[in-house]
């Protein structure tokens, strides 16, 4: 990759993209239904392979959020969005429905406080089930009460971001792998000069608008653009929280997903279903120094704790039957102990940088609002 005329005159590309994860593809595919000419980097050899092939893929209908926050209006949105796309391209999903349980009656106004911020999110099609009606919809659950969420569902993640991919090609633009970003300068004309590095190959490719779209890697990349900028703006600080998941081995007994009720910004250890009705329980929440998707499966006190907080829903679930399954890590923008903090979308208004727009903090419902944030995206890059 070269650049044509360093950084004076015409840039290289009109819209770069850094990050070839979910919301990076769905932010450049809105681009390009937008008519940017529009050039995805991805630092690995594939897209989609941290943070958005670690989920656990559920479509959220909303319930959670606080109101009027991005996390609640661009879940609602994403989710109407997500399904009608997936629909429309052929993309794996199932509405499974999910019931958020109280396990013990002194939980139930906490269970009605969640179905009254989840109509007051739009989320109008939630229902409070007594322990019977709980029971006639999944035999293995005990709980005093719980809400039924018929909107959320599951999609095939992987897919999703192929179909994406699909599209920003078919609007010709392009999604070059291998290429890292490692620093962001901003030349006399105004544009973006990004140091890339390509298999070993440094380079310099210039463009008129950017957006930082690196999941983990945006606050570092975030803090070189304002180095290069005269701003005071401080971006936010990334502090990683990975989540452990454990597959259920052989047949599993449930039709829906099944959640506690959260805690602490943590939506508790939760059983979801993938696209093929395999279980899978977690995620736990545990804050890193640095991001680290290593599951140490020799770990009992994990396990142990998992198998404790599934039995509080599922008093049966058998012995050695849960299997080490895999790790995601949350690119949270607040310290352990902190409140939750919202998605963080900062434009020129924020950081006082023209053109430019970075993504901090897009951890859960992420997946489920990235359609939703790549409109939004493109509607901050309009000229
Ligand atoms: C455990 C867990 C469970 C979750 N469950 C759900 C769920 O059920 N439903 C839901 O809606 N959301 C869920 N989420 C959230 C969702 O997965 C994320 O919000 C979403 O995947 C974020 O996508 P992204 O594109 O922003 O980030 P990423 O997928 O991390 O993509 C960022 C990309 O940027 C690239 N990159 C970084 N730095 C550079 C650089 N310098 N140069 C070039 N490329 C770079 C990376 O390689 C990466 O591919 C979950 C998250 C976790 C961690």
Redesign the pocket.
Known sequence: MVARDGNQGAPDVETVV?????????SARALAMAGHEVMV????GA??????????????AGLYYPLDSLKARL?VEGRKLLYAFAEENGVPHVRYGKLVVATADDERPRLAALAAAARANGVTDVALLNAAEVQAREPEIRCAEALLSPSTG?ID?HALMVALEGHIRADAGSVVLN????DIRIGPAGHFALA?MSSGAPATLTCRNLVI??????S??GAKAVTASSTRYIPPRTYPA??H?YTLDGPTPFRHLVYPLPREGWLGIHL?LDIAGRARF??DLEWQDEPSTVFDAEDGARLARFEQEIRRYWPGVPEHRLSPGY?????KIYAEGEPSADFAIHAEREHGIPRLVA?YG?????????LAIGSYVATLLRP
């Open positions: 850094i990050g070839a994860g979910v919301v990076g593809l769905a980097l991805e630092r690995h897209i989609g392979q941290e943070t958005s092939s670690r989920s656990s893929e559920v479509i959220h879940c599951v993640s290429t890292s970003v490692e890339t779209a690196a999941g983990l890697g945006a570092r990349l990975r989540g998941y979801t977690g995620p790790v995601g890590v949350r690119p993504l897009i951890e859960s419902p992420g997946l489920t609002s990235s």
